[in-house]
């Protein structure tokens, strides 16, 4: 992240894409918001983020559940 911090402070363009919404936060000034391949916001970091988190809300549904159900895997976790 260094590196992408020094890349902000000259005349280039940076495509950052992350789950992180703190280094998004620390990095971005403008920010894209997919969902399942369509553009649901494009604009200011802190817009962007909340329009994030409305869609996760909308996506867990009332009991908090329903975003994580579509997840395949077998629930194990190596750490190496």
Do not use: P, W
């Amino acid at each position: 992240l260094d590196h992408m911090e020094r890349l902000l402070n000259t005349d280039v363009s940076v495509i950052f894409i992350s789950h992180n919404l703190e280094q998004v936060r620390r990095l971005c000034d403008r920010c894209l918001v997919l969902q399942n391949g369509q553009v649901r916001f494009t604009g200011e970091t802190n817009a962007a983020l909340s329009t994030y988190h409305q869609l996760l809300r909308k996506a867990a549904g009332a009991n908090g559940s329903a975003a994580h159900e579509s997840r395949r895997g077998a629930g194990e976790v190596r750490i190496t």
